[in-house]
């Protein structure tokens, strides 16, 4: 953390601006008030199963939200900042699960913590498993160092390529919850042809037959214009 704010140059100002939003592997007690004492908003997920139990049965009222209920309760211990606690309860075979949660930040709705806290960063869920999946990225190996790091860097290429289409193409369309497993296997893999003219694509034509193909074409051709 302290390299970060370092090499940000975040200013006492600016961290009482910037938030944390952290899982459970972030760290303890003492860690959380450390950060909350460099001024940094935060929206942290706490560290024990047993303290989530415990807070559980202080909850008064449960409020539904997803697949989930949430209450709210006092802070379990000094984390020397006001914050707000809440916790989750989930239903799993049969037995309620819970989890809580330490935050700064002032929200309307216990729902609007939850939807915030889910919104940080899942690279290595999200990015590195779909690159595995999607793109091989587990499935080639080369002997030679260099060979397997211009592998890697095209793999990075080939990551942002795929994000760069599905935010200007795939969004709004049937295609938006395609991770790039599917849009490789589905969409970029129907045979078609393309028309140039002056360096540019002034035509796009999809097999027909192909399932898909209609739909994908209309998101081709808004790519097309769009870049």
């Keep these: 953390m302290l390299a970060a704010e370092n090499a940000l ?3 006492p100002q600016q961290r009482q601006r910037t938030v944390w939003r952290m899982d459970g592997g972030a760290g ?3 860690q959380l008030t450390w950060l909350l004492g460099r001024g940094y908003q935060t929206i942290a997920k706490g560290l024990s199963n047993r303290r989530a139990e415990a807070l559980a049965k202080q909850v008064q009222r449960w409020d539904a939200y997803n697949n989930c209920w949430l209450g709210e309760v006092p802070a379990p211990v000094d ?4 914050v707000r606690v809440f916790v989750k309860r ?8 819970h989890s809580y949660y330490v935050s700064t930040l002032s929200l309307p709705s216990k729902g609007l913590f939850m939807t915030y806290y889910n919104q940080r960063g899942g690279a290595e869920v ?4 779909n690159d595995k999946s999607g793109l091989n990225l587990t499935a080639r190996r080369k002997q030679s160092f260099l060979a397997q790091k211009g592998y890697i ?4 290429l080939a990551h942002n390529l795929l994000a760069d289409v599905h935010h200007h193409a795939l969004i709004g369309s049937r295609f938006e919850d395609y991770g790039p497993k599917r849009i490789i296997r589905d969409l970029l893999r129907m045979p078609g042809k393309l028309t140039f003219c002056d360096g540019k694509i002034n035509k796009i034509e999809l097999l027909s037959q192909k399932q898909f193909s209609q739909d994908l074409l209309i998101c081709l051709e808004r ?3 769009g870049s």
């Design 79 to 82: 984390y020397g900042r006001p």
């Design 126 to 129: 999200e990015q590195f498993r």
């Design 153 to 156: 860097l095209l793999t990075d």
């Design 9 to 11: 140059e975040l200013a």
């Design 90 to 97: 989930r239903l799993k075979n049969d037995q309620f699960l």
């Design 223 to 225: 790519y097309c214009l």
């Design 28 to 30: 303890s007690d003492e």
